[in-house]
């Protein structure tokens, strides 16, 4: 099955309304691409984290992709979901745990270093022998999905695996 008949469903088109906001992006794409009636939009996750790290006595601005999971696991709008995040502990693993994934219809978010300690997120929706297909949330990026090689990918991380959120609907 190719490329776009396994992701012919996806959201490409949800961007993050706030520089802030590539984690609840993705996480919102990654929803509606297994549930496309979904009420839960960006705002509603940032809303929900924002109250869960108040709760647990951390500061929301510090969000990761294994907080998001935790919300996840107990937030009622996402019932339909089973989370499993994790660091690959390097680019091979990641390599072959993302491929598997999407081979089995999973997009995988996955933490990209973009300088200064800072991160934004990717949900890798496809890939073939060179390059991984990405769904970038930032507005700015076009066209969405975009390809990112595979050895682009690799130099970025490093050689580094990094953290990855994958949905599944139970």
């Known amino acids: 099955m190719s490329f776009q008949e396994k992701l012919e469903n996806f959201p490409f088109s949800i961007r993050q309304v706030n520089e802030n906001f590539c984690i609840p992006a993705s996480v919102e794409a990654v929803t509606k691409y297994f549930k496309r009636d979904s009420n839960v939009n960006q705002e509603y996750i940032w809303n929900a984290f924002v109250k869960y790290c108040a709760a647990k006595n951390r500061n929301p601005t510090n969000i990761n992709l294994a907080w998001m999971k ?20 390097d680019f091979h693993t990641l390599f072959e745990y993302s491929k598997k ?14 300088g200064n300690g800072r991160y934004h997120m990717l949900t890798i929706v496809g890939y073939d022998k060179t390059n991984f297909y990405v769904h970038d949330p930032d507005p700015h990026a076009v066209p969405n999905p975009h390809t990112i090689s595979i050895n682009q990918l690799q130099s970025i991380l490093s050689d580094k695996g990094t953290d990855y959120l994958v949905l599944y609907p139970k």
Do not use: M, N, T
């Not at 979901?81 to 994790?86: K, L, T, V």
């Not at 994934?101 to 973009?114: A, E, K, N, Q």
């Open 101 to 114: 994934g999407i081979d089995d219809r999973f997009p995988h978010i996955i933490s990209v270093p973009i």
């Open 70 to 89: 935790e919300l996840i696991d107990v937030d009622p709008a996402f019932r339909w979901a089973e989370s499993r995040d994790g660091g690959a502990k």
